[in-house]
């Protein structure tokens, strides 16, 4: 397909354990993007890919999470020691980022639960 | 505090009628707006992008307004569908082309019954 994908749709995991989680961002977009999403929020930035590097990380609430990104296409979502508060859906963006395209487009996202 | 606020809530209407929704942003410097469609599980897809020299810009039913000097946008959406039920969401950039500075509103959540 031509769109975003994530994988996977559903990640049930115990607290205290490590997932990962990862985006197929559309083919040629050098941007990604990830954010957090929790029931009736808007989605929540973390991490933003330009290429290979992670151009602005602000967004990460801790050291427990970490993103890579190390052939600037596929990028992975990885979260330590997971916590209760840490199940959210997990969406992750692309885009191409040249003026005046700097359309994000949006995968389904991954519903991590946290048990 | 940049923030950008939207009503109604909630809202439901019947199929094939019109609906409007709302957007209130004191964001500033503002670049551009974006007017997201949400389904339930899925990722938002974007409807609209407007900067503020535009007033209005359409994607078949739907019809978005901005009024840059009183920060307020509103998504029109025409003869509606069943298939129009999901959450709008009012995104608002203050600078341009960094999506990773998005402010993000609550989003109105739309339920077109039969």
């Known amino acids: 397909g031509a769109g975003v994908s994530q994988t996977p749709s559903n990640k049930v995991t115990e607290k205290g354990k490590y997932v990962e989680l990862r985006c197929d961002p559309i083919s040629g977009h050098t941007a990604l993007y990830w954010y957090r999403q929790s029931l009736g929020q808007g989605p929540e930035f973390l991490i933003y890919?330009?290429?290979?590097?992670?151009?602005?990380d602000s967004g990460l609430p801790n050291d427990r999470f970490f993103a890579v990104r190390p052939e600037g296409s596929v990028s992975t979502l990885k979260i330590q020691r997971t916590e209760r508060g840490d199940s959210a859906v997990y969406l992750c963006a692309s885009s191409l980022n040249r003026f005046g395209s700097y359309e994000q487009y949006f995968g389904p996202g991954t519903r991590l639960t946290v048990t | 505090k940049n923030q950008v606020e939207q009503s109604p809530q909630s809202l439901i209407i019947l199929e094939g009628k019109n609906c409007t929704l709302q957007c209130n942003y004191t964001v500033s410097p503002f670049s551009n707006l974006r007017w997201y469609k949400q389904d339930t599980g899925r990722g938002p897809v974007s409807l609209t992008i407007?900067?503020?020299s535009e007033n209005t810009k359409s994607n078949g039913r739907y019809t978005a307004t901005l009024d840059a000097d009183t920060k307020q946008s509103s998504l029109h959406i025409t003869a509606s569908q069943l298939s129009d039920s999901a959450s709008y969401i009012c995104v608002v950039s203050g600078s341009a082309g960094i999506n990773r500075k998005l402010i993000w509103g609550l989003g109105t959540s739309l339920a077109v019954n039969p």
């Open positions: 407007m900067t503020f």
């Open positions: 890919f330009q290429g290979t590097g992670a151009a602005d």
